[in-house]
């Protein structure tokens, strides 16, 4: 219609101007004619390009994760999925699952040469440098601030921290856990002990490990050793630290760290604490009764409440006079994807999976704390009268960004930390002469 109205203007105005005319007709009329029709033609060509931009093309991205199917938090995400799906027709998130977390690791350092990036992967904090130094992962700001301006203010702020890299944030904190102490009640007052007041410094829970063994003659007390991480909560807790503050030495030589994993040592020695590296084995023993406290992430609350009523939850011992330092445990959601469009589906995908309702039915059946203020606020009545989860909550304050190492060489400063552990707990080296060897190898790492 507006097409042949503009053809009908150009005719009377052709028409009036050959009747006024007198004498070269044709030049005036060409001019007349030829300009509006370029813009008539430039018109509907903006029209067609403007049609074919609106319909965006259909997205696959895949989503990698450390949950088995059959598992809660496996079965949870594969429903997130199926729902995402259904409501976003355009997009299609693949859910696939790994063992651990150094398995999705690995997957992206193939998947990276393949040029087949998942579009999201989970990634265990401590790790995030690391990910972030490799140049796949993508950071996200503005890929949500420009849907919500005040989606990232809402997640407790030492997560964010353990998830930026120069300024900018990278990971979306999907899982939080805390370092803290399962015990069982009934065999602290079989030793004497009073379950209502159990150990609160590094020092009264050694003692506490000892009482137990001496009155009873079964294991005080157990660590998870499936990683550095416990490890690393004693020594900060004690007042250590790994690496400096500005990331370019290690620290594991120094008297604290020393001290701490000589008394676990010792403790390993005398037959008092338990040493098992098989962390499902350890779980077990402890479940058995054969070890009465288990120093290891609050992941495990949800199960103690509804198998083992009498296990009791103690916070994380920290050294006389010290605060609790708990790196953070958990993972994050960090956006990896072959392009843009990749990146844009990944970065909504997220959004409806940590939205704060999603985030606290996450943590009320996962055995996880939720990672947003908001969703914290939402589950006051899951945890009134919950004990051993207000525990958990109470160590949100003591949380610390996981250490960092620089570099490439990551996942191998983690190994020869594994290695010196274990050669002390195992009595093939005394504790200060391991971990001085693993600190040279690891500074020498940190140099190259």
Known sequence: MKKLSFLILIGILVFGLASCSTSEPAAPEEAVVEAPAEEAVEEVEEAET?????????????????????????????????????????????????????????????????????????????????????????PVSDLFLAEDPAFLDDFFPTLIEATTVDGEVYGIPLALSVAQVFYHSDIFEQAG?????????????????QTIHDELGIYGATFALDDMWIYEAAVRSNGGELISEDGTTALLDSEIAVDTLSDWATGVQDGVILYNADFFETLQTFGGQQVAMFAVSSYGTLIYRDIAPLVMAMPW???????????????????????????EAAAKFIMFLSNAEANAEWAMNSGYLPTRNSSLEAMADFIEGFDNYQVAVNGIAGVVPAVQFPGENDPVIRQHIMDAIEAALLGAADAETALTEANVKINELISE
């Open 50 to 138: 403007e049609e074919v931009e609106a319909e965006p093309e259909p997205v696959t991205i895949a989503f990698w994760y450390p949950y088995g199917e059959g598992s809660w938090t496996g079965d949870f995400l594969a429903q997130k999925i199926t729902a995402f799906n259904e409501a976003n027709p355009l997009i299609t998130v693949v859910g696939q699952s790994f063992e651990d977390y150094g398995s999705i690791v690995e997957g992206l350092q193939r998947s990276a040469a393949a040029e087949d990036l998942p579009g999201i992967a989970s990634i265990a904090y401590g790790f995030d440098e690391y990910i972030v130094g490799s140049g796949l992962a993508a």
């Open 193 to 209: 002990l009073d379950p209502a007041n159990p150990p609160q410094t590094w020092d009264e829970f050694l003692q506490a490990a």
């Open 317 to 343: 011992p920290a050294g006389e006079g010290q605060e609790i330092k708990s790196p953070a445990g958990g993972n994050s959601l960090y956006i990896f994807g072959n392009n843009d469009a990749e990146r």
